[in-house]
């Protein structure tokens, strides 16, 4: 039982650890934004873990119910977000938000 | 028993909630009305409403939120900040931001989001709280400027931002698996029985803090503050820099006293090293720059690392001493970038040169720059020196005495750094010429009333005092 959490958990850290990634090392902003919902998704999935397996079994509903509004918020984010790249590439035809980047 | 009741508690919120769904379809309507008046009905209407549930905490929805003293002493905090604010707005709006009438709409969701971020008692509602704030400012810092580097700014604060919720969250879920519960009072007593030094119970403090770290104004990231103060207007970073942090100290108030007091995990040194850290660095890179508002919005990296410190002693006097801490943080932001606002109106410059002239192009403006920045340093007899004397105070309770005499030897170098201001303000000559102009009375307003309030808080100490302890003793149980 143990080792299907520590396997979730590790996908969830790889999958925070790429997020993280994109987000730091990537110009575009659109790979930023969708490195932003890797890392909230990784929570996510670290939370249905945890109510599957872990301690949060008692309370499995509760941890399920997080991982579904985080992903909801995630969502909205991301709109905003979109909504600005789109403005900014309106204006400048090009989606790098910082030029002094690889 | 499960209960859904006492959704009256909520009435602040409510009105808050009303007033944006007024200011929304007006601006849709009647293109160039009024809605900042409407906000500040709904704000003063949601104040109300607040003051006839002080002295009382109530549990709404099952214990999804708590209306405690904390809560209502944030509150306060918060609805002011976002009052002051608005009348400060249309001195900071140019002539090419076009009809902006939707932002006070938006102004109101954030402070929405940011009081029902301080009652939130459970991580659903706490996570939800929080992005209702932070997706509300980034809509705000890209609504209230046209313009490439105002929408720039905006998207890298609020990536930076959405990568910071995502470590709350896995900090959160962290908790969560160590602990089996999702409300904070519960996860506490759950961990209490975990084991000394628990490293998992340490990874997860570390990853909420890291996660506040960027709202609570402690992360010199790469759009923030650099990017942030560049393009964003001022209006808006006031507003962040005011009830943004004061928020975000807030909540990790209440993680650090439910959740994380029963841990046997040394967690204040961990408050300690990183408050050393972000108070001298915030000052040293604070006195390299050379606009007054990125030289303020470094400074609160340094406030921030104050605020920290009382987090050494959360059982004790810690908590009260970082509620007065606070409000004078705030108090001081609020007047500083009031000022700022004022005085780019007549100069149309932020640069720390520009200010030379200042006393006698606007010596009232002058006067009130100057009692924000002494306050913001921490000298007596204005509002920061008391909020600062209580933290350093709590720092020396929980046994950290070495980090009071760090926080001493930053005031005075903030002292020498920050009153620079002050010596080009009140002595140097004037580059130029300041052409007198009328200032809009809501800036006047603003900067009177911070000028006041600063200026008056230890007069009031007092009561303040009290309903610190009141706060803390809400929140410690």
Same mark, same amino acid.
């Given at each position: 039982?143990?080792? /299907?959490?520590?396997? @979730?958990? &590790?996908?969830?850290? $790889?999958?925070? *650890?790429?997020? %993280?990634? !994109? ?30 397996? /872990?301690?949060?079994? @008692?309370? &499995?509903?509760?941890? $399920?119910?997080? *991982?579904?509004? %985080?992903? !909801? ?30 | ?84 604010t608005?009348?400060a ?145 001022l209006r808006v970073i006031m507003f962040?820099q005011s ?90 932001n609020l007047?500083?970038f009031a000022?700022?606002i ?136």
């Amino acid at each position: 039982m143990n080792a /299907g959490l520590n396997l @979730v958990l &590790a996908a969830s850290a $790889a999958l925070f *650890a790429v997020g %993280a990634f !994109a987000v730091v090392a990537r110009r575009s902003v659109v790979l930023m934004l969708i490195g932003t919902q890797f890392m909230f998704m990784a929570g996510s999935i670290a939370f249905v873990a945890f109510a599957r397996f /872990g301690f949060g079994a @008692v309370n &499995a509903t509760a941890g $399920a119910a997080v *991982a579904i509004f %985080a992903g !909801a918020t995630a969502v909205a984010e991301l709109a905003v977000g979109l909504a600005m790249a789109a403005l900014i590439y309106r204006e400048h035809r090009s989606l790098a938000i910082d030029a002094d980047r690889g | 028993m499960r209960t859904f009741g006492n959704l009256l508690a909520f009435s602040p919120e409510l009105w808050l909630l009303a007033g944006a769904i007024v200011i929304f379809v007006v601006a849709r309507l009647r293109p160039g009305a009024s809605t900042t008046t409407v906000a500040v009905v709904a704000l003063v209407a949601a104040f109300l409403a607040l003051a006839t549930q002080f002295k009382q905490t109530i549990t709404i929805l099952d214990g999804a939120f708590l209306l405690d003293g904390f809560a209502i002493v944030i509150d306060v905090v918060v609805l002011a900040a976002a009052v002051l604010t608005l009348l400060a707005s249309r001195a900071d709006i140019l002539p090419g931001d076009g009809h902006a009438d939707s932002v006070p709409g938006f102004l109101l969701l954030a402070t929405l989001g940011a009081m029902l971020a301080a009652s939130a008692a459970e991580m659903v509602s706490l996570f939800l709280a929080l992005e209702l704030l932070a997706i509300n400012l980034y809509v705000l810092a890209v609504l209230a400027r046209r313009g490439l580097a105002a929408t720039t700014a905006a998207l890298g604060y609020l990536v930076a931002g959405a990568a910071s919720s995502a470590l709350l969250l896995y900090g959160l879920a962290l908790v969560f698996g160590l602990t089996g519960e999702t409300r904070l009072g519960a996860s506490g007593t759950a961990m209490a029985a975990l084991g000394p030094n628990n490293p998992v119970v340490l990874l997860a403090l570390s990853l909420v803090l890291g996660g506040l770290a960027l709202r609570m104004g402690l992360l010199p990231v790469r759009w923030w503050p650099r990017g942030f103060e560049a393009g964003v207007p001022l209006r808006v970073i006031m507003f962040v820099q005011s009830a943004g942090a004061v928020i975000a100290f807030a909540v990790f108030a209440r993680l650090a006293a439910s959740t994380f007091a029963g841990s046997r995990i040394p967690s204040a040194a961990v408050f300690a090293g990183v408050a050393v850290v972000a108070m001298t660095g915030g000052n040293l890179l604070a006195v390299m720059q050379a606009s007054v508002r990125r030289l303020l919005v470094y400074a609160a990296i340094a406030q921030g690392g104050f605020a920290l410190a009382a987090f050494t002693d959360v059982k004790g006097l810690g908590l009260s001493a970082l509620l007065v801490f606070l409000v004078s943080l705030a108090l001081g932001n609020l007047g500083a970038f009031a000022a700022v606002i004022a005085y780019a109106r007549l100069v149309h410059s932020d640069a720390i040169k520009d200010l030379a002239g200042m006393s006698r192009a606007a010596p009232g403006l002058a006067f009130a720059f100057a009692v924000a920045v002494v306050s913001l340093v921490g000298l007596p007899p204005v509002a920061g020196f008391f909020g600062k004397v209580l933290v350093l105070q709590a720092a020396v309770n929980g046994g950290y005495a070495w980090l009071a005499v760090v926080g001493v030897a930053n005031i005075v170098f903030a002292a020498f750094g920050y009153l620079r201001l002050l010596k080009i303000a009140f002595v140097d000559p004037p580059i130029f010429e300041v052409a007198p102009a009328r200032l809009d009375r809501g800036i006047q307003a603003t900067v009177a009333l911070v000028s006041v309030g600063v200026v008056f808080m230890g007069l009031l100490l007092g009561p303040l005092y009290a309903a610190a302890s009141y706060g803390r003793a809400a929140l410690l149980h």
